[in-house]
């Protein structure tokens, strides 16, 4: 699999500080991408996520539960989740 490749590889990916994650659905993948990021950056400082309010297939009373379980990764770092509202 492509993410225990990225594990064990050269990459910096473990020195990342700061993730921007946008046009966020709540799909499986995405979570477990996010996930998979955060366990495996011990330097992460921000993750900023913005959700597209606009196309949630769950319904946005879903997204919610959706947004707890973002909130809930175990981290590898302290890193501040910080999850955008839609502009009014």
Sequence with gaps: ????????????????????????????????????????????????????WENIPFGKDEMGNILIELLSFKRASGAKVIIKKPLD
């Design 1 to 52: 699999m492509f993410w225990n490749d990225l594990r064990s590889s050269s990459s910096n990916i473990n020195a990342l500080k700061i993730i921007d994650v946008t046009k966020v659905h709540g799909s499986e993948s995405e979570l477990r991408f996010i996930a998979y990021i955060y366990e495996i950056t011990p330097m992460l400082e921000v993750s900023n996520i913005k959700i597209n």
